[in-house]
């Protein structure tokens, strides 16, 4: 039974919460945990924990799932669309300088660049959203 609720504890059991308030709580709790370290007398059922939660939650968001499919839309028709252009033009200007003249031609090979910093973009994005879609 709790006496004070500076010292409050609360204990959980399968069954019951008990609220407690030991004279030493800091000593209690060093106590219980080095007993918690000790291990079960009883032998823990198996159990199997898979990763497709991390996947199982970003598809049941809907924004996030929208995103998601049309970020890689998008990424295959860049790849698609630099396939094409790069097929039907030997070389390729890639920009302008800076006083508004066109840049230099350069190989067609060049242009895969734009795909493949995509890809790598859209693979970070995808990690960093997984784990801001985990953090509480």
């Known amino acids: 039974m709790a006496s004070d609720l500076n010292t409050l504890l609360l204990v959980a059991t399968p069954q019951r919460i008990f609220a407690i308030s030991p004279a030493e709580p800091k000593a209690f709790l060093r106590t219980f945990q080095n007993i918690n370290e000790l291990g079960s007398l009883a032998p823990l059922p198996a159990q199997s924990v898979y990763p497709n939660f991390v996947i199982g939650r970003l598809w049941d968001d809907r924004p996030a799932r929208g995103l998601l499919v049309t970020s890689l839309a ?17 070389v390729l200007s890639l920009g302008f300088f800076a006083s508004g003249w066109v840049g230099g031609l350069r190989a067609r090979a060049r242009l ?25």
């Open 74 to 90: 998008l990424a295959i028709g860049l790849l698609a669309w630099v396939s094409l252009v790069i097929s039907s033009h030997p």
């Open 112 to 136: 895969l660049l734009l795909p493949v910093i995509n890809g790598i973009d859209l693979f970070i994005d995808l990690v960093l959203g997984f784990l801001f879609l985990q953090a509480p």
